[in-house]
């Protein structure tokens, strides 16, 4: 029977993805991993051991044994025996504190051993010893047994501040691009329940309460900061109240992140980024709103969101001037039952996680035409290859793109929120799509549809992709195989253009000290993305037609 502090405390996902939510902050990460182990040990949780122990006891459900974690520094094993670093240690049991807010207690055992051999194979991840550990996972017989250990180390070192956490995770990262089990390949949001999100929040924004409001702001600070910047959840959080300052007539955001020069190998790691104007104001209206709830030392202010639920919702009581990350999973977690499935009656979205928003700001700043430096020094990166890991989302994004563009052009004569969530206005907008010939002062007869335009002013190789083209509902149905052709094709088209900017992008020169790219291939890759978002709404338009039958 699982035990009424395990049914109060976890939410377990059962599995992790292979980046890591937060990051290791030294003196305060050992301090947030004791407090959830006195949490754990309150609750009846932990049965025995505390941070400074070598063995944690658990209670696991579902499971007839307790479960213990082991952290022995002195390894011993038939092929290495070896003595773990006190400091890797102490970021591991971290690590796994953190891990056990989410994960139950015998996954997050396994994941622990699976990191020991990692650590044993590599001396604590020493530079010289990269290849070694490349060896060993290649010449594994069990391919699940490899795949937990390249996750345990992916998580692991996207989370430590080890100075060769990069180059491991770029070569773990093609180890897994051999191996990779299908049913372990991360997979983001549906992205028609990511629009739905975005349109209700855009919505709820609109009528929220004053209670709401407060609560649920820093749910709109996320979404609108994480989706432009590329932040991990826990960056987010430590963003310091006084993160705003003016230079030049241009607006910034200081991030929690230790500025660092570039050298020949490595990028220079920024602690600020620019901002619009409307991003800048959003945060100083929610800095105003929340100053009478007293001092914070984050610009996501706890006290403020939590005054406003009638019972402690979060999940670990922490420094009361910081909010943790865990309260942003928490919030988002509320908004999802109290707003989305309580307040709209909106059931079964796949949700978002908090850090599903940093994949879509990589793909965001693909898509816009950046190069592979200034994607990197956005997001926190001090090696070019640690970015390549996003780009294998970037046809889901396009496609997600395309999506939102289509269901904007059927139904842009109807409110935002109710363009997704009402079949009603769906049934009405396939009746009002189509306009009536009689309505057009000029037609002239193309192979498929019309053109409405005198001057023949044309804007694509296909007319169905011009603005002026019209098509009645009966041609439509009429000549539907040879639309989905179309279709299809640019949807190729698409494709190609994907692999031509992510060439442009891996070849391009870059001097990491001076901060410096080609200017000829950042305009080659700029003149690459236009057309992309061209190809975009292209196939949206021609799909917002299809979509009607």
């Keep these: 029977m699982i035990s009424s502090a395990l049914e109060k405390h976890y939410r377990y996902n059962g599995e992790m993805d292979d980046a890591s939510e937060t990051l290791y902050k030294g003196t305060r990460s050992i301090l947030e991993a ?9 609750d009846n949780v932990l049965i025995k051991g505390n941070f ?134 991360r997979t983001l949001p549906s992205y028609p329940d990511v629009l739905k ?50 230079n030049n007539s241009k ?38 709103l929340t100053q009478d709830y007293g001092d914070s030392k984050t610009l996501l202010h706890y006290k403020a969101s939590n005054a406003f639920f009638r019972t402690n919702y979060w999940t670990w009581n922490r420094d009361p001037l910081i909010f943790h990350y865990n309260n942003l999973n928490s919030l988002l977690e509320k908004f999802y039952t109290e707003i989305i499935e309580k307040k709209f009656q909106i059931y079964n979205l796949d949700r978002i996680t908090p850090n599903d928003t940093r994949h879509f700001a990589f793909c965001n700043l693909m898509l816009q035409g950046m190069n592979a430096l200034t994607i990197a020094r956005l997001g926190g990166h001090r090696h070019i290859e ?44 396939k009746t009002n799509a189509l306009r009536s010939r009689h309505s057009f002062d000029y037609l002239d007869e193309m192979e498929i549809g019309y053109c409405t335009d005198r001057n023949k002013n044309c804007e694509s190789e296909y007319c169905q992709f011009c603005q002026k083209w019209w098509i009645s509902l009966e041609e439509l ?45 950042q305009e080659q890759l700029t003149k690459e993305s236009k057309l992309l978002n061209g190809d975009i709404h292209d196939l949206a338009k021609l799909q917002s037609y299809l979509d009607l039958m």
């Design 34 to 42: 004791k407090q959830i182990l006195k949490k754990l040990k309150e």
């Design 52 to 185: 400074e122990c070598e063995q944690w006891l658990l209670k696991s459900p579902n499971e007839v044994y307790n479960t213990g974690i082991h952290f022995a520094l002195e390894v011993d094993d038939p092929l290495h025996r070896y003595t773990i670093q006190q400091s890797i240690w102490k970021q591991t049991k971290c690590w796994a504190a953190e891990k056990l807010v989410t994960i139950e207690p015998s996954s997050v055992q396994r994941y622990v051993y699976c990191l020991k051999r990692a650590l044993t194979i590599t001396n604590s991840f020493d530079e010289a010893n990269i290849y070694q550990l490349n060896d060993y996972l290649t010449n594994l017989e069990s391919e699940y047994v490899r795949d937990d250990i390249i996750k345990s180390c992916l998580n692991f070192l996207d989370y430590s501040d080890l100075p060769c956490r990069e180059e491991y995770l770029i070569e773990l990262r093609m180890v897994r691009s051999r191996y990779r089990l299908s049913q372990n390949i």
């Design 197 to 246: 999100f975005q349109l209700i929040l855009e919505y709820f924004i609109n009528i929220w309460g004053y209670e709401e409001k407060f609560a649920y702001f820093p749910i709109l600070l996320w979404w609108k900061l994480t989706n432009v910047i590329p932040l991990r959840p826990s960056e987010l959080c430590d963003i310091p109240r006084n993160c705003l300052f003016i």
């Design 251 to 288: 607006f910034y955001i200081k991030l929690p992140r230790k500025k660092q020069k570039g050298t020949l190998k490595k990028l220079e790691i920024i602690d600020s980024v620019a901002i619009n104007e409307d991003m800048y104001r959003l945060v100083v209206e929610y800095i105003s």
């Design 386 to 429: 640690s970015q390549y890991h996003y780009q294998q989302h970037m046809d889901y994004f396009t496609e997600s793109k395309v999506f939102h563009l289509t269901k904007t052009i059927q139904l842009n004569k109807y409110s935002e929120f109710h363009e997704v969530v009402s079949n009603i206005e769906l049934e009405q907008a």
């Design 477 to 521: 149905y009429a000549y539907e195989d040879k639309l989905r052709n179309i279709s299809e094709l640019k949807n190729q088209q698409i494709k190609v253009r994907l692999e031509v900017m992510e060439r442009i992008r891996k070849e391009m020169e870059y001097d990491f000290q001076k901060n410096t790219y080609s200017p000829q291939d």
